[in-house]
């Protein structure tokens, strides 16, 4: 058995060592045979300011980084991705598929906006991986159907012209991409349910979604023979703390525990969708139903520096979201502009930086951190437990193939050496200070 250890660090990307002695020390970390959640992927988000940023480098130089990113064998092999369904935060400018007031027959629906960005995008990205997995989300329904006629702020009407209207745009939406030979694989109901922004957002409670997804998105998707899965998503708290949620009844989430609890809903319903304070309620979900599905559909965004600090974080956020049960992670925006500012005014990191003046391609700590994660965990994974007094900063992972892979982060100022138990056998792995690994045992 070898192990080979890949290394980066602020000065280095990717240095290769490896390990073959064995040691006789007392294991800090020990990797068990103990199976547990199968691994879907991974991915991030296709958005309007994105494609913006890619279209600044050189033809050549765009398809380095299509290749990079989607390729089976390139360095981050995305295979699960997300979109939005009209306009998100990261769109040029607010728009819906049809703004045209009252037409519940939705006549007027059009992804015509989505051709000229995303879909390239997207095309892009399934010419190098056909096997994409596509999951979307509205983050505004049509500002007719909403209480306030904006884009941002407010909630769906509560009728029940409107509502069938919406579970069509949905249907609608699925039929548009499958023309364009795009499958869209999830529809998750609604992004950040708990918003109520200066973005586009609409706010949902678990009652709601109950409500809409077993009385009329999951009766929709049926009538016209919508093979898209329906997701409870996205989750970004475990609880709203707002005034009309004050009847709640379930204490672990009243988000996914009051919609599958239901019987009909839970019929309709894959999986789970969580992002950013919804972390804090996987872990609840899980345990309450282990059958279903999760997925962590946002990664943290950060404040446009990307720091290695922040990459710090969002390696121990790919820990959490694993080790309490999630089957894939999808980061947000993966290429943005130099400090990533939206166009409502918040400034978000990126995996990869393009400057429109001098047409650079920066690589960013975070993009280290997916690269450690997705390069090596397959498709079809399953994550290993872990134990010891190391296991804090390792997760661990067994391949389809029946490669093991441990990814490990060292925080600290100071260099420290941890020893790996596997298979019966251990190793000692040094790792400097400040630094991202994986090994790969086979």
């Given amino acids: 058995m070898t192990l080979t250890q890949y290394l980066t660090t602020k000065t280095e990307s990717f240095k290769q060592k490896e390990i073959s002695t064995e040691t006789k020390d007392k294991a800090t970390l020990v990797i068990t045979e103990q199976e547990n959640r199968t691994i879907e992927g991974f991915g991030s988000c296709f958005n309007e300011l994105g494609y913006q940023a890619i279209s600044y480098l050189t033809k050549e130089t765009q398809q380095k980084l299509f290749d990079q990113l989607f390729l089976p064998e390139g360095d981050c092999r995305f ?90 745009y949905f249907v609608k939406f699925v039929r548009a991409y499958e023309a ?10 609604q992004n950040e349910v708990v918003a109520d922004q200066k973005f586009p957002s609409c706010q949902w409670t678990g009652v709601e979604l109950r409500d809409f997804i077993k009385d009329y998105l999951g009766p929709a998707f049926e009538k016209y023979g919508i093979k ?27 988000y996914a525990g009051t919609v599958l609890r239901d019987p009909e809903a839970y019929k309709y319903t894959s999986g789970v969708g969580y992002q950013w304070a919804g972390k804090n309620a996987i872990q609840r979900t899980v345990e309450a139903f282990p059958e279903k599905r999760y ?40 290429v943005l502009e130099p400090k990533g500012m939206s166009t409502w005014g918040w400034e978000q990191n990126s995996m990869i930086t393009i400057d429109p003046n001098t047409r650079e391609m920066i690589y960013n700590p975070e993009y280290y951190v997916m690269k450690h994660f997705s390069h090596f965990i397959q498709k079809g994974a399953k994550r ?59």
């Avoid at 475990?238 to 989430?253: C, I, L, N, Q, S």
């Avoid at 080790?323 to 925006?333: D, E, R, S």
């Avoid at 872990?386 to 067994?398: C, E, L, P, Y």
Wanted: charged share 25%; net charge negative.
């Fill in 295 to 334: 997925l962590q559909t946002e990664n943290e965004c950060g404040n446009g520096k990307n720091t290695w600090t922040y990459a710090e974080y969002v390696y121990g956020l790919f820990r959490h979201y694993f080790v309490n049960g999630a089957n894939g992670y999808m980061y947000w925006n993966a």
């Fill in 384 to 442: 290993l437990t872990t134990a010891g007094m190391d296991t804090a900063i390792a997760t661990a992972f067994k391949n389809p193939d029946g490669k093991m892979i441990v990814t490990l982060c060292n925080k600290m100022n100071e260099p420290m050496t941890t020893t790996i138990e596997i298979k019966q056998k251990r190793y000692q792995v040094e790792l400097p200070a400040h630094s991202f690994h994986t090994l790969v045992v086979k």
């Fill in 79 to 168: 295979n699960l991705c997300r979109m939005p369904i009209g306009a998100s935060d990261y769109a040029l400018s607010w728009y819906s598929h049809n703004e045209a007031e009252d037409d519940v027959d939705m006549e007027h629906f059009s992804i015509e906006r989505d051709k000229k960005m995303l879909l390239p995008y997207i095309k892009e990205a399934l010419k190098r991986n056909p096997d994409i997995v596509l999951t979307a989300s509205p983050w505004s329904p049509p500002t007719w159907m909403k209480t306030k006629k904006v884009y941002n702020y407010g909630k769906l009407i509560w009728d029940e012209k409107i509502l069938n209207a919406y579970a069509l």
């Fill in 228 to 254: 898209a899965e329906i997701w409870l998503g996205t989750i970004n708290a475990p609880e709203p703390f707002t005034e009309w949620m004050e009847d709640r009844t379930e204490d672990y989430d009243v």
């Fill in 180 to 189: 364009e030979g795009i499958t869209i694989h999830q529809v998750h109901v």
